[in-house]
């Protein structure tokens, strides 16, 4: 299983604001992903990397960007944020030695007023 | 694409045995994963069904039937914290695709 970890956990900020959310990995997992879901409904994929220098878009459109400098690393950034933006965000990585079966960080939950 | 459907709502007694239903339609199948997610709470992994055929791992099992695009999970023996919602997953090109989930609720 893996140990992921995002920081913040929750987040209030006002509308413009730049942000970013942390996410890591201390397992050496090559694919990441983040995950928005609000509250009651469904996931969905918003990116993922195959490993480093890799980033692909998900099947939802989102505002953020990500990076994969380090195999480690995985923040997602919102250069201006809006209340739309308001949901939870979830981290995950996939281990190969399993079917790639993902593990979720605890989240980060922002609100954008 | 990929489309996986599931009750939207479920509800049972404490210490009763429930099924959750998948169906699917997906190409490029390499395998289904169920996840429990708690309220307000990331998901948490179950299991994994690859092969046709039930999979235990305690109080709880899943099923899969490759050629019917089916799956289920069924629970022993429910306690109060399995309330919760439960998705299934299914994984084609190394991504996954979440179907909505089932809110479990169960009652003392």
């Known amino acids: 299983e893996a140990d992921i970890y995002q920081t913040p956990r929750y987040l209030v900020i006002g509308t413009g604001k730049k942000i970013t959310l942390e996410c890591s990995q201390t397992m050496g997992h090559d694919k990441m992903y983040w995950y928005q879901q609000d509250p009651g409904m469904e996931l969905h994929l918003i990116h993922y990397s195959y490993g480093v220098n890799s980033t692909e878009k998900g099947d939802l459109s989102s505002e953020s960007t990500v990076s994969r400098i380090r195999t480690e690393h995985f923040p997602l950034t919102l250069e201006s944020a809006r209340p739309s933006h308001t949901s939870q965000y979830l981290c995950?990585?996939?281990?190969?030695?399993?079917?790639?079966?993902?593990?979720f960080g605890p989240g980060t939950r922002l609100t954008v007023l | 694409g990929q489309n996986i459907d599931q009750p939207t709502e479920m509800t049972a007694t404490e210490g009763a045995i429930v099924q959750i239903n998948c169906t699917y339609q997906t190409s490029g199948f390499n395998g289904l994963f169920w996840y429990q997610q708690h309220a307000g709470e990331a998901p948490t992994f179950l299991s994994y069904n690859v092969l046709d055929g039930l999979e235990e791992k305690g109080r709880f099992s899943s099923f899969l039937s490759r050629s019917k695009g089916y799956s289920y999970l069924l629970l022993k023996e429910l306690q109060m914290k399995d309330s919760a919602s439960y998705l299934c997953a299914v994984t084609g090109f190394q991504k996954l695709v979440f179907g909505t989930g089932t809110r479990l609720l169960v009652s003392p």
């Open positions: 995950a990585s996939s281990d190969p030695t399993g079917l790639y079966t993902q593990y």
